[in-house]
């Protein structure tokens, strides 16, 4: 049970990140969804020890996060939002060093861990490949395997989806499914899919604070009946969104889509929708106060 | 389109740091180099330091200094976009190429250019500095700074711009681009030393794209008045040279375009997968390994990232690239450093002489090394987004600071392993298989891996605290400068100056001797502070994503506990017990002492004691002394009875005593006289006589000295360890543990700017020739003629050495003592030597000569002892009889370069003549030259000495020069003799141009060592050629019977000059007035040459000559002279030098009448010659001798 009290961060610069952000994540995927900038990588930094956040508690099982860091990383797989590699440094060598970082300090054992997790992660052909040559989604999934050594009761994956392709993504949520249960599983994203492919569990933040939480089905349901569609031309739109709470708008063949949230029918040419996650999430959002420019950290 | 690219360019160019910081260099550069007396660049003795000719000079250095500048200006035009991934926004756009590239260029060498010209506002600003030393700085010459700027260091500018711009746009790659720019002036250094041959500068002049040869060609032999008024001439070589360089430029820029393409492939590392193998069995995640963080384990992240972070190193391109250019330079260093001096002569490759050149052209680059890789290293977690992934493993804190210590350290000793193993190779190619590998261990290897190691430190604390990469290459950069500046103001202290550390000179005699000792315990000292640098690395790491330094500091000292608190008290209590220990040794035990220190010692004791230079003193007619010496102390310790004699022929009342200021004076009295004065400072004593001293009245002298050092000192710039008593290779001479009788000019100030800087006159001028007073003492001091009786005890497994005759030699338990005696008068002026000796020795026409050598250096023993029969056989013959029954050649470590004469010894230092290589017969023997001239010091200087006055030393070097010549002419022949002038007349010529003072006529010479030993050479050489050897010799022995072993009045140059017109016959008086009283400068040309066949079968030759003659004042100034003296001409089927010439090649050769100007010779040979030349050998002071022959038509 990974737990986050009153969590608040504030750059040097004076961009507030987060702002008494509190939640409770147990075992099982964890969803974090939000825009971009909106504190989702600082709060993930501050949980993975590489941030001291300026005011607020972090605590994992026993393990104060903040007061005792190294205890925490013991026990930590952390995927960054956005990591690089080293030139001529092949996956299986890259590995290995990690898993000595990682304190995998038998060379026999050391070997037995890269080779399986390079094989769980579809990598095996390509493990004598620079990784400076991977694709996008190799690197992802390269970046999953190394947070997997030392079997972690913690993992924090950032954004693990964008710029993925469809096909790259969906093999990757797969991986993660796989991963999940038994260990808490921290995923942030921007893209409302993955947490509704995967997380029985989810937060949503927007501005540095948590705007809305739970399980993505209960806050689906408290939307039944209340969101409406309608295709409009783009002229009509500008008016649309004067008159009524907008939640998204997307182009469809041509024509933009327009998801209203009302209580009753908001007028001609409405048709009730389904409400999915994506309707939670940017009806939340659509309903927090109108961010200021919050900085993606 | 091109404009407003460039335009926008050069915007933002000038806005970056980098153009203020490489701007704000340069100008400082030359601003410094005109404001402070202590940083010089170039050649600046009496020529202005805003002389034309240093505007131009500095200019076209600081135009190579600045090729990396303009690199990184152009380069970074063409890089940036790739680098920061603007660059498919920009070629997006619809520029066209050339537009886009071109005026990339324009802008970023616009910015460059102006960056430049920080060099001339900083050279302008700084003359115009007030409180500078008028006598320094010219009149200014605008013109000057302009020629300077487009014609001296434009054309390099463009080039160097257009040609790594082009670079720069093929490798779209920094580092690359770099790496060409080092490749390049490596190659260009070694293609100069290569290639920097009289005879290819011509050649040079044209095609060197830089222009230096251009340059050096056009105003080498310029005169001060010349450097301080003219501007080279741009036409012939000069402007071909600029032109070509521009053309290059050109070129490059325009190669630069096709390379440019638009779609670079990023994916230059991915590499084929081996083959395929089935992929092993999942695991389940139960059983996967768990991480343990017990000892073993952080010993094993010890190594693997060790050992990762070495692979990083090693796989990275630009290491072997560094590697291999050190390796490029440090081979031409090691191939050259073998070569012995300006004749062309060549040492064998020891040991000890290869790691100097390893020293210095090697460990730069491992400097360049160990602050490249500590800044790649420290960031490359971050430069490659991996930080984040890192910085959340479990890895203890040190395993991220530790480990890049480490694997910089060992990367650094394998790059000198390596070295090591090129100066190995250079050994084995050069046929010398004695390798030393536990000498390369102690003497290089590990002493430069420690100081190495220690800069790494400070290269990755630098990088620890500096907000980005640069930044900390930065702190490198100040650190550089700061420790080429703080020494050169003054702070020579090796406490504060980092990593400094004493240094241990080499000798294969005396190995490293107890220098090692000081060296270490400064390593010691700066290895604690460099744990406390890495213990703050450590606190101030930053790991995740920390803010700015301070609140890394605050959150480094709260990490500052357990482990990391106790090495650092511990590293704190080394370095402060280290430190104090050094201390101790540095400022208590010995004296600390600055090079301004010393100078000002010696301006205040001049000052204070130079008065006293003409108070009539007693001579010593005898000296009985007693000296011990302990090498293991170090100590010397010197007793003995000085009998002092009054010749002054009047009563003297008060005797002047001085030593060393580096000798302990134990004891000292004076019979009958007390001493009224003493001033401790400068080791100076007045004595008054109770009753006056009367004519011819004898008194005695008795003292005791020690000369000790204890442990080591400061040893930096000028100040260093005694080397005088060392454990194997004790070597002082007399005036460094005996007292001295009377006041002299020995060891005052000499250079100008330094003596005005302390407030004494510029110049200290010797009596001027002809004075009278001045005859009455030889410019060796008061008393000339002594007896001297010495005895040495000195370790029983050592040889002692003194001048006279060895009359007794007792080894007593482990002491051994010899006793020597002179029975013939020696000047007071002598040494002392002992050491592990292997003596050669040989008996010829009554005389034994010896040769006290290394056990290892036997080599030239045999050629050394020839030479003294040679020498023996001509100066007997021809001058007068040798006055002692031995003369003994003595080697010294290598502490210092020389060799000298003292009575019937020969101190000789161990870098010279002993590893001399004369396997390649063709060397001129410079061997037997150095031998014959020591040797003939024994008759000019040791028989008969110059009084103090201008012109003294042509008596004594002149003509030991002459000596010295006539003896090797005998051995080898007039060939091997020319090629030597030819070396003493380029030195000459080259000297004068950078003469501090006046240049003054040969008889007339104010110890002005390119006048009496050049100048001397030629001037002696052509007068034997012109009056007769015989004649020459003739005037020499009349002087001897004149003044050999004779006091007051001593002979001057007047007496030789009118000796030598004694024997001339009168068509030659005037040829001595032009050798001797003026400085006479001839300019020969043979123009062309045409030879016909006759209709008898022979050759109607006709050769076309050009002559001038001047006369030069002592600024250089020159007035025409008519020329009207016969000049040899000579027709030949061999250019002369070259290495098919021989006697069989001359055709015609004979002395013709030459007048002033142009003028056509005939002849009539019966073969046809191919070249023809005017003084052919080189015989003339011709100031320019290339042209002098030419190939016949």
Redesign the interface.
Known sequence: MLIIEALSHTY?EGVKALDEVSLTIPKGMYGLLGPNGAGKSTLM?IV?????PTAGFVRFGDIDVLANP?AL??T?G???Q???????V?AMEMLD??A???????RR??K??V??L???VNL???????L??FSGGMRQRF?IA?A????PSLIIVDEPTAGLDPEERNRFLNLLAE?GE?VVVLLSTHIVEDVSDLCPSMAIICDGRIVGQGAPATMIEALAGRIWMKRVDKAELYALRASHQVISSRMFAGRTVVHVLADADPGPGFTQATGDLEDVYFSTLSQAPRPSHARA? | MLFRVAAFEFRHQVRAPLFWAVTAIFFLLTFGFMASDQIHIGDTANVHKNAPFSIAQTHLIMGVFFIFAATAFVAGSVIRDDETGFGPIVHATPLAKPDYIYGRFLGAFAAAALSFAGVSIGLLAGALLPGLDPDTIGPFRFDAYGFSYFVMAGPVLFLSSAVFFAVATATRSMAWTFVAVVASVMIYAVAAVALGKPDLEPLLARWDPFGLFAFDVATRYWTADDRNTLLPALRGALLFNRLFCMSLGAAALGLALPFYRYDKSL?????R??P?SS?????S?AL???????R??AF??LV??TG?DMG?VF??PVFWIILGLGLANSAGSLWTVTDDGRYGGAVFPVTRILIPALESSFTIFSVVIAAYYAGELVW?DR????H?????????DW?FLVPKVLSVSLVLIATLLVSVAAAMLVQALKGWPHFQPGEYMLWYVLPNGVDLTILACLAIFGQVIAPNKFAGWGVMALYIIARFALPANGLEDGLYLFGAVNPVPLSDMNGQGRFWIGAWWDRLYWSAFCALLLTAAYLLWR??????LP?RLA?GLRRLKGTPFWIAVASALVLSGSGGFIYHNTHVWNAYRTRQDDDRWTADYEKALLRYETVPQPVVVSAKLSVVIEPDRPRLVARGVYVLENDTGAPLREVHVRFDRELDVRALSVQGAWARKTYDRFNYRIFSFDSPMAPGERRSLSFETSLSERSFRNSRLTTRDLTGVVANGTFVNSFQILPIVGMTRDRLLTDRGKRRKYGLPAALHPPLLGDVASRSWSYLGHGTWSLSDITITTPADQTPVAPGHQVSDVVHGVWRTARFVTDRPILQFFSIQSARYSIARVRYKGVDFFVYHDPAHAMNAQRMLRALEVSLDYYQSNFSPYQFREARITEFPDYDQFAQSFAGVFPWSEGLGFIADYRDPNRIDLVTYVAAHEFAHQWWAHQLIGAEQQGATVLSETLAQYSALRVMRRLYGPDQVRRFLKYELDTYLRARGGEAAEELPLEKVEDQGYIHYRKGSLVMYRLADEIGEEAVNRALRSLLARFAFKTAPYPTALDLVAALRAQAPPDKQALITDLFEKITLYDLTAKQARSKRRADGRFDVAVTVSAHKHYANGAGVETPAPMNETVNIGLFTARPGDTDFSSRRVIAFGKRPIRSGDQTLRFVTSIAPTFAGIDPYNELIDRNADDNVVVVH
């Open positions: 040097d930094r993975a020890t590489l941030q001291t190294q990383r013991r930590l952390y995927l960054p956005d990591f690089g590699v080293y030139p001529r092949s060093h990690l000595v970082l990682k304190g995998i300090a038998g054992e050391r037995a861990t080779e399986g390079l094989s769980q095996w052909e390509h493990r004598s490949k620079s400076a040559g970046g190394q997997l050594i030392g079997a991963i038994n950290a | 994916d230059r590392g991915a590499r997968g081996p395929r992929p092993p069995p999942l695991l995640p996967r390994a768990r991480p343990n963080f017990d073993r384990a094993g992240q693997a990232r990762f990083q796989r990275s490359r430069d490659r987004r991996m984040e992934v890192i910085d959340a493993t479990p890895a203890p395993t790991r995740g994503v920390s803010g700015g609140s959150r």
